[in-house]
C-alpha cells in the first residue's frame, strides 16, 4: 500500500504550474462518445479518474492513443453501451456516459455509481430529467437499464436542486435530442463552461439564457475537434491555501485568477497577500491568520472541493471559526485525522467548529478520500517532524505529481511502497 512521509515545518517558496482540470475532462471525455470522428485533446491531467474514464471509453469501443501530450479517441465502429461496475464503481462520474450514450445510441445499461466516503450520491436528478427526453429506465441489479426507443425529445427541465453532474449529464444528451431543450437551475461552475466550450466547438447549438438556464437546440452529428481542457481551479486552491498555511511566498501559474475569485477574497480576509496577473497568481502567507467563517456552496460560493483544505489552515488562525458544508452530507472525514495531528475540531451536523491557534504535531495517517488526504498532506507541512500518510490511492485519483510539485517549491516529501 503505497504512502507519503513528510516532514515539516516547510515553508513554501517558488513557483507551482497547475495541471489541467479533473472535473472538466471527465465530462469532455464522455461527451466524446457523441462523435464518430477523431477528437483530440490536450492538457488532461495525468491522474487515476482520468485513466478510469479512458479505460471505460475503450470498453464502451473508443479507440484511444495517448501520445502523452494529447489523447486521441476514434469512436467511428458501433459502440457497446454497457458501462461495467468496475469501472464505475471507483470513478462515480463513469455515470456520466449516460447521457451521451443514449443520445448517440438510444440505449444504455450503466452501472449506478454507489456511494463514497462523502456521500451516498444519487443519480435520481439525473434519471429523472433524462425521463423528460423520453428515456424509460428500470434500475436492476445496481445498473440503469434505460432506453430511448423513439430518440431523445427535446423538453424544458427544471432541475429540482443544482447538480453538476446532472447538468452536465443532461447538457451532453440534449444536444443530438429532437427539437428544443431549455434546462434551468443549472449549475454553473467553469468545468461546465469548459464543457460547454467544447461542444460547441464540435458543432453542437448551446446558449446560456439566463444565469442558470441553458438552451440547446438538438443537431444531427458532430465534427472532429482539437480541444485544450481548462487548467484545475481546485488544484490551484489547495496550493493557495497551502502557501497561505505555511507563511510561504508562492507563483501558481497557468490559471486564470478570476475563475477562483471567491477563493483569492477568502485568504485576503485570513491575512495572505495576493498579486493576480492574467495568467498567474502571487501569494505570500501571513504570520498572523485571522478567524473567518465560511459555508460551501454552488459555484461562485466557496467549493466544498477545497473546504477540507480550508479547515487545515483555519486551524491556525487567532482564533475559532465555523465551516458549514452545504453540499454533501458526510464531508468531514478528514476532521478526526486532523483531531490525532492536535487539532481541536467539533462537528455538530453539517457544522464544523476549529478552534484557532493549534500547533499541529506529526503523525501517521489515514485519507479517506482524495480532498481529505491533501488536506493532511497540508497539515503535515505545517507539523514538525514526521507524518506517514496512508491510502494515498485517493489524493492519485486527482492531483497530478504533488509530491514533485511540493518538492520543487521546498517541500521534504516522497512517496514510500
Ligand atoms: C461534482 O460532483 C464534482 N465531481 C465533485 O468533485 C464536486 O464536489 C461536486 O460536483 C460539487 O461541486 C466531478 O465533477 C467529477 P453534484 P457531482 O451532483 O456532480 C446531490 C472532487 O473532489 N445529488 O453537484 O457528483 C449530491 O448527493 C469531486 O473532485 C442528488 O441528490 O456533484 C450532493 O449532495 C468530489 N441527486 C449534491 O447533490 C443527484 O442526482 C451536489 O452533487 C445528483 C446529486
Not at 162 to 188: D, H, P
Not at 246 to 255: A, M, Y
Amino acid at each position: 500500500m503505497k504512502k507519503l512521509e513528510v516532514f515539516g515545518v516547510a515553508k513554501l517558496k517558488g513557483q507551482i504550474r497547475i495541471s489541467g482540470s479533473k472535473n472538466a475532462s471527465l465530462p469532455i471525455l464522455a461527451a466524446t462518445l457523441l462523435s464518430d470522428k477523431i477528437i483530440s485533446l490536450r492538457n488532461l491531467p495525468k491522474v487515476k479518474d482520468i485513466e478510469t474514464m479512458i479505460l471505460l471509453l475503450k470498453s464502451l469501443g473508443s479507440i484511444v492513443d495517448d501520445n502523452k501530450k494529447k489523447i486521441t479517441i476514434k469512436n467511428n465502429k458501433q459502440s457497446k453501451t454497457f458501462a461495467a461496475y468496475s469501472l464505475v464503481k471507483t470513478m462515480r462520474a463513469g455515470i456520466l456516459v449516460l447521457g451521451p450514450l443514449l443520445a448517440k445510441f438510444g440505449k444504455a445499461k450503466v452501472s449506478l455509481p454507489g456511494g463514497c466516503a462523502i456521500g451516498t450520491r444519487p443519480v435520481d436528478i439525473h434519471l429523472k430529467a433524462l425521463s423528460k427526453l423520453g428515456v424509460k429506465y428500470k434500475i436492476i441489479q445496481g445498473y440503469v437499464h434505460a432506453d430511448a426507443p423513439k430518440g431523445l425529445i427535446g423538453a424544458n427541465i427544471k432541475f429540482p436542486k443544482i447538480s453538476v453532474g446532472a447538468t452536465e449529464n443532461l447538457i451532453i444528451a440534449a444536444c443530438l435530442a429532437k427539437g428544443k431543450t431549455v434546462l434551468s437551475n443549472c449549475a454553473i461552475e467553469p468545468e461546465i463552461e469548459d464543457l460547454i466550450n467544447f461542444l460547441i466547438k464540435m458543432g453542437c447549438n448551446i446558449k446560456w439564457t439566463s444565469k442558470r438556464t441553458i438552451k440547446i437546440e438538438g443537431v444531427a452529428k458532430v465534427n472532429e475537434l482539437n480541444y485544450q481542457v481548462m487548467p484545475d481551479r481546485i488544484e490551484a486552491g489547495t496550493y493557495l491555501i497551502a502557501a497561505a498555511l505555511t507563511e510561504g511566498n508562492l507563483k501558481v501559474t497557468g490559471i486564470d485568477p478570476k475563475i477562483i475569485s471567491t477563493e483569492i477574497n477568502i485568504l485576503k480576509k485570513v491575512g495572505a497577500k495576493i498579486i493576480q496577473k492574467k495568467n498567474e497568481i502571487l501569494i505570500k502567507g501571513s504570520k498572523k491568520i485571522k478567524s473567518i467563517n465560511i459555508k460551501t456552496s454552488p459555484y461562485p460560493g466557496f467549493p466544498t472541493d477545497l473546504q477540507a483544505q480550508m479547515m487545515v489552515l483555519l486551524c491556525k488562525a487567532n482564533k475559532k471559526s465555523y465551516i458549514k458544508e452545504e453540499i454533501f452530507e458526510n464531508r468531514f472525514m478528514h476532521v478526526a485525522e486532523l483531531n490525532r495531528m492536535g487539532a481541536k475540531i467539533s462537528i455538530n451536523g453539517n457544522k464544523a467548529t476549529i478552534e484557532g491557534n493549534i500547533k499541529f504535531e506529526a503523525a501517521e495517517l489515514m485519507a479517506t478520500d482524495l480532498r481529505a488526504s491533501v488536506s493532511l498532506i497540508l497539515a503535515a507541512l505545517a507539523s514538525k517532524g514526521k507524518s506517514i500518510i496512508n491510502r494515498i490511492y485517493h489524493l492519485d485519483r486527482g492531483y497530478e505529481d504533488i509530491e514533485k510539485k511540493l518538492k520543487k517549491v521546498g517541500a521534504k516529501i516522497r512517496r514510500l511502497n
